[in-house]
């Protein structure tokens, strides 16, 4: 199957400070990414799609200013967490699919911990 | 209520038994894909169906879809300690743009 990355796969910030993670897709042009968050023991809750060189859709109840999403080329999504707190800590997945109807392929992770 | 249900949430299975995981929405799927993950990772992607009364085969593990396009199972054969994780169903229901909504998953232990 294609390959997603993520990087970083955690890390650690201070209370107020930014943090960007970066969803790639090794082996295929995605016109698609999402950004999914997971609490533990807890499914997969979508934030936002991107689409390439489109301003990102997000989800009822989810701060498009804290949580800013840049999807700049078709392989390349970024999520930066803005002003982070720390009940923003929590394991974030990326996907990402060549088209609607084709299979969506999930990044590893990044957990972050904001202290 | 819940859009997708899975079930069970948890199971417990002795090496080499068979186990069926279920997968219900109360709309219309467009599509359904199984994933699995471990705890703290990313998901693997399994199998992918899209038309009613599909079926497919990946090694020991079964995936269906039934012809109404609204439930699934997953059927492992003869279970092998590797097969423990978590199993999500994640479905793209009609109309949603092919955003996928996931189901809570089922915790797969499978005792040596």
């Known amino acids: 199957g294609a390959v997603v990355s993520q990087h970083p796969s955690w890390v650690i910030c201070k209370s107020g400070t930014s943090v960007k993670i970066e969803c790639r897709s090794l082996?295929?042009?995605?016109?698609?990414m999402f950004w999914y968050r997971q609490f533990p023991k807890q499914s997969l809750m979508l934030m936002a799609t991107s689409n390439e060189g489109s301003k990102a859709t997000y989800e009822q109840g989810v701060e498009k200013d804290k949580f800013l999403i840049n999807h700049a080329s078709l392989t390349l999504s970024t999520l930066t967490v803005t002003s982070a707190h720390p009940e923003d800590s929590s394991f974030y997945i990326c996907s990402a699919r060549w088209r609607v109807a084709h299979e969506q392929y999930f990044g590893p992770g990044t957990r972050l911990t904001v202290t | 209520s819940q859009e997708l249900e899975q079930s069970p949430q948890s199971l417990i299975v002795q090496e080499g038994k068979n186990l069926t995981i279920n997968c219900t929405s109360s709309?219309?799927?467009?599509?359904l894909y199984w994933y699995k993950q471990k705890y703290g990772e990313g998901l693997i992607f399994l199998m992918m169906?899209?038309?009613?009364?599909e079926e497919k085969s990946h090694e020991k593990i079964t995936a269906k879809l039934d012809e109404k396009k609204q439930q699934s199972s997953l059927h492992i054969t003869a279970s092998q300690p590797s097969h423990a994780g978590i199993y999500l169903c994640?479905?793209?229901?009609?109309?949603?743009?092919?955003?996928?909504?996931f189901g809570k998953g089922t915790k797969l232990s499978v005792k040596p």
């Open positions: 169906l899209q038309k009613g009364g």
């Open positions: 082996d295929f042009q995605a016109t698609t």
């Open positions: 994640g479905a793209d229901i009609v109309g949603s743009q092919g955003n996928l909504i």
């Open positions: 709309k219309t799927l467009y599509g």
